[in-house]
């Protein structure tokens, strides 16, 4: 059975066979699904969660859009 890996940059799911493996000094393995990837996180030392195509970014943005939604209601009912 074929081990099921996530880029560690936008999230998505790595084919077999495809994708870049980084290994940093201190042992540290990075997947990479494109060289997109790849250029955004080693080469411009992008965070994930700013980048609006990531996952990361998408789960961040529905955190913070379900606090604010808390907050109006709240401000609403008093």
């Known amino acids: 059975m074929v081990e099921q890996r996530l880029c560690s940059f936008c999230g998505e799911q790595i084919e077999p066979g495809t994708g870049k493996m ?4 201190d042992g540290t393995v990075f997947l990479y699904c494109t ?3 790849y250029k955004n996180m080693v080469t411009m030392k992008r965070v994930p ?3 609006t195509w990531t996952q990361a970014y998408a789960v961040k943005k ?3 859009l379900a606090a604010r939604e808390k907050t109006e209601q709240k401000e ?3």
Request: glycine residues 0%; hydrophobic residues 20%.
């Open 22 to 25: 980084y290994v940093k000094k």
């Open 49 to 51: 969660r700013k980048i």
């Open 76 to 78: 609403r009912s008093q």
């Open 62 to 64: 529905s955190l913070t």
């Open 35 to 37: 060289n997109k990837c």
